[in-house]
RNA sequence: GUUUCGUUAGCUCAGCCGGUUUAGAGCGCUUGCUUCACACGCAAGAGGUCCGCGGUUCGAAUCCGCGACGAAACACCA
């Protein structure tokens, strides 16, 4: 077979993937093995893979592919979020690109474009998925709005409400004037904003009963209209919304507004004002004024006062009627004109740069939040709060990294209740009907609601089409929520033999910023739904960035296409990539240039091939010794990696697990194994060596497969003869992490730094490799057990043993050991003597220092015995080593 | 503002419940190599007052305190 020098991932990912699904070997069903489960983080129905997802899947497949390998019954569930405002925004956006206004149409004409909308665009994510090789068992795709997690969905309101945790009410919420709906408070994010604080002048209404007191410090303003109050405001636009002035009662310099009246500017309409120690005496003049309608700290004050509330928005965060003036304009239009009047009719103090934070909606980056009264549903969440810290306070269900115990403790400890309610068409609509003469029921059906709403009017009479649904929808996590139980119909068919067998599941990968709005309210409906955990372990990873820091967006350009990246560098090489820069919890700065090392990787293991592919093989041959010492020292390795990947990977270490495959597949096999047993140029090579040589490299496949799962499966379906329908996907890994002597290794990595060794001399001296070199060691060659791989390695003739160094030879030490190269007229004294004092003075320091400790009393009586004897055992080692040392200059002529 | 995390080689990080031959890795860098698997390569190297200052200790990159710088979460002053 005639293989490429390079390895071209684009021939063989398709194929393989193909394979795999063709003999179903995603799917998984209960059985009487240990179950291994994930479920994916549902990707928004409609989107594309970001370099978000390709880390976090990535990181999923590894686990996923990990725990198959190990015998257990592995199922990773796919499926998708119908995304209900991000749905929504393109359904709209779409619509109006055609001319048409979701106003015009009907809830059912606007639900049937949505539908079309996301059977055009659904899922172009999950076949992105497969291009990157996830292993989701696609049998079992879900989306949040199919029948049967729809149902879960209603149901679970309904049971929410019968338990009382659920009402409505009219409530200050933040409001997303462009989406026209409500939002939670996770869904606000904060934005630093460069804005203007307008200093505006309230006049006093009962001018004659100012009475300036004298007191210092106090500020009082009149002109030539009378006193006037100021006060500070970076949203003039709201004056109209005003129903009180307040000012802090322990504020000397205010005293004098106590008790008055004020007039609010442009308007004319008289306020009170109030006194509440909730006003910073500090910030601005002092003054504050009340917009109980638009402001979450007004509010409370118009509670506590009882203050009048004039709501002057529209749904669109146009001004409305009850504002009087600048009816129908835009919030933001009315802010620059009312600056511009307000100066004109010199009610403006004065304006300052103001720098200050103002929420955004999470999902509609452009639209800034407004501050609204109205009436929404609710979820009571202490109760869920209660359930969920304790479990993951006490590590029954871990965080990795575990820094995020605190945010999310934080957010518990503090927790709000939870606004369900979204004014939006596209998600599952609130299972509430309301009644002809008022009220409303709940209920999972139409025909349950009526049974109800007759029980509760006491009218027989009422039929289905008497009962009128509420409008609204549920925010999307109230569906995601449920995601590890309805993914099992564990909601409505909560005995099911899937649930009770895949329940709960091992780990959930994704990231910290979904913490509250996910992976928090799982856990309390886990507990709910589940009495129990609905999984073991969270990963969190980090967050992508560019190799800037800065995160990836669409707006700076700087994201990469992640088909593209597969394209370029192959899946394998992409996702190594991934992985070896990005450690447990931390955020990755992702240069695409890492995907080069991924792809190189990819190249060495299947030059590696390539080379065995090379070799003819003799049944006559013998085994050379050196190839035999090989096997034997690489078997151990191998074990004792694969010991090692085992412990990493438990620690969800990935990318230091995937490292010590890499260098033991690079350095070791490829760097020295391969280099041992290669035969000479031309020369066949023994039968024994050749099929252990395919057993470790099989081995060293499955060790790299849950990383690389595409070349993998290529080499290793090539390795040997396969049955139909076999992959390296259900191979077993267990046997791999035998027993297997320390000593093996060890003695191969002195042997490794004698070759090393020489080879540094052969550098220096620029002696080439093809002329054979003769090593001594004085007395007892303690490596001879290997002489035969380092005299193939380092290019030796012979080691002989000697009662003491020759002249003209370059010494060298492995350990406490001594060896020299025979070098004849090669020799330089002055340059070999240069190397020694160095090595002589870097001995000498570390005796000091050795020789401080023990020589302080101290020391030797409080420190432990083994870590004394440690140190005396560097110092012998040290001054064996100066001992040499000063011999090899002795013998080089130096006196000392 | 509150809380949390971080600061170790040019870059990205590991080491941190104190002691393992005077600090490790990958990448990058330097110097040789067209050695018949691979230049997406081979070989040999260089490179660090472990942020600063104090303290605890026989002993500190590792523990404690203070400071500097950086990041995140939450809360916000209109």
């Known amino acids: 077979m005639e293989l490429a020098s390079k390895y071209n991932p684009a021939e063989v990912e398709g194929k393989w993937y193909q394979y795999w699904v063709d003999n179903r070997l995603f799917h998984s069903e209960p059985d009487g093995r240990e179950p291994y489960t994930i479920v994916i983080p549902p990707p928004n129905v409609t989107g594309v893979l970001h370099m978000g997802h390709m880390l976090n899947n990535t990181i999923q497949d590894i686990l996923v592919r990990r725990a198959r390998m190990k015998g257990k019954n592995a199922l990773w569930v796919p499926g998708t979020d119908h995304a209900s405002i991000a749905t929504e925004a393109k359904v709209v956006a779409k619509l109006a690109a055609q001319g048409i206004r979701k106003a015009d149409l009907t809830r059912d004409d606007f639900l049937k474009h949505a539908w079309e909308w996301k059977e055009e665009h659904g899922g172009i994510i999950l076949k992105q998925l497969r291009r990157l090789g996830c292993s989701c068992d696609w049998d079992r795709t879900a989306f949040t709005m199919d029948e049967v997690r729809s149902r879960s969905v209603i149901k679970v309101f309904c049971d929410l409400y019968d338990k009382g945790l659920i009402y409505r009410g009219v409530r200050m919420v933040n409001w997303d004037p462009k989406a026209k709906t409500a939002l939670s408070d996770e869904e606000v994010v904060y934005k630093e904003e460069h804005s203007k604080l307008y200093y505006l002048r309230y006049y006093i209404a009962d001018q004659e009963n100012v009475t300036p007191t004298g007191i210092d410090g106090e500020v009082l303003h009149k002109d030539a209209k009378g006193w006037y109050a100021v006060v500070a405001t970076t949203r003039p636009e709201t004056i109209m919304g005003d129903t009180a002035m307040c000012i802090n009662p322990n504020d000397p310099k205010n005293r004098w507004i106590s008790g008055h009246r004020v007039i609010v500017p442009l308007v004319g309409r008289e306020i009170p004002v109030i006194e509440d120690e909730y006003v910073d005496i500090e910030f601005g003049t002092g003054c504050l004024k009340v917009t109980p309608a638009h402001d979450v700290n007004d ?105 995020y115990k605190n945010t999310y403790r934080n957010w518990l400890e503090n927790i709000k209740d939870w606004c369900v309610s979204r004014q939006l068409w596209w998600g599952h609509r609130i299972p509430a009907y309301y009644l002809p003469q008022g009220g409303y029921v709940v209920a999972e059906t139409i025909g349950e609601a009526v049974e109800k709403a007759r029980a509760k009017s006491g009218d027989a009479s009422l039929t289905a089409a008497d009962l009128r649904q509420d409008e609204d929808v549920l925010d999307t996590w109230f569906s995601s929520w449920l995601w590890p139980i309805s993914l099992f119909d564990g909601i409505n068919n909560p005995d099911n033999e899937e649930i009770k067998y895949y329940y709960s599941t091992n780990d959930l990968v994704t990231g910290p910023d979904i913490i509250f709005f996910w992976v928090a309210r799982m856990i309390m409906a886990g507990y709910e739904y589940r009495g129990d955990m609905p999984f073991r372990n969270v990963y969190f990873t980090g967050i992508v960035r560019d190799k800037l820091g800065r995160k990836m967006s669409k707006s700076l350009g700087n994201s990469p296409d992640p088909i593209g990246l597969i394209e370029k560098y192959g899946a394998d090489g992409v996702r190594m990539g991934l992985m070896l820069s990005a450690p447990a919890g931390n955020d990755i700065p992702f240069d695409e240039a890492i995907c080069e090392q991924g792809r190189n990787f990819n190249n060495k293991i299947w030059n590696a091939f390539r080379l065995t592919q090379s070799w003819t093989v003799s049944d006559s041959a013998a085994q050379p010794e050196s190839s035999r010492l090989a096997v034997e020292w690489f078997d151990a390795l191998l074990a004792r990696s694969a010991a090692e990947i085992d412990d990493l990977m438990s620690k969800y270490r990935i990318s230091e697990a995937l490292m010590t495959a890499y260098k033991l597949f690079w350095d070791e096999f490829a760097s020295w194994y391969l280099e041992i047993i290669k035969p000479a140029y031309g020369q066949p090579i023994d039968r024994l060596t050749y099929e252990s040589t395919l057993s470790l490299f099989e081995n060293l496949l499955l060790l790299l497969h849950p990383f690389m799962p595409f070349i993998t499966e290529e080499l290793w379906q090539a390795v040997r003869e396969r049955k139909p329908g076999e992959s390296i996907m259900n191979q077993s890994v267990l046997g791999i992490a035998h027993q297997y002597e320390e000593k093996v290794i060890s003695d191969f990595d002195s042997c490794k730094a004698l070759v090393t060794e020489v080879r540094s001399i052969r550098k220096q001296k620029n002696i080439a490799m093809r002329e054979a070199l003769t090593v001594e060691t004085v007395g007892k060659n303690p490596l001879e057990r290997l002489n035969s791989v380092i005299m193939k390695m380092a290019g030796l003739d012979s080691i002989e043993s000697v009662d003491s160094k020759s002249d003209g030879t370059a010494p060298f030490m492995v350990g406490t050991y001594e060896f020299a190269v025979r070098l004849g007229g090669l020799i330089d004294v002055d340059a070999e003597l240069a190397k020694l004092d160095a090595e002589l003075a870097h001995l000498e320091g570390f005796l000091k220092g050795v020789m401080g400790k023990l020589n302080n009393q101290n020391f030797v009586a409080h420190a432990p015995a083994a870590v004394v004897g440690l140190e005396r055992k560097k110092q012998s080692d040290a001054e064996q080593k100066i001992a040499a040392v000063r011999e090899n200059m002795r013998r080089l002529g130096r006196d000392c």
């Open 299 to 403: 509010y409370m004050l118009g509670e506590k006062y009882n203050l009048q509330t004039i709501d002057i928005f529209n749904d669109d965060g146009s001004i409305s009627e009850a504002a009087g003036i600048y009816v129908g304009q835009d919030r933001f239009a009315v802010r620059k004109q009312i600056a511009i009047d307000l100066d004109a009719a010199g009610l403006l103090e004065k304006i300052e740069d103001y720098t200050n934070k103002v929420g955004y909606s999470e999902r509609n980056a452009d639209t800034a939040i407004e501050p609204k009264l109205s009436m929404q549903w609710f979820l009571k969440m202490q109760h869920f709060a209660d359930m969920a810290l304790p479990p993951v306070m006490n590590d029954e269900l871990k965080f990795y990294p575990p820094k």
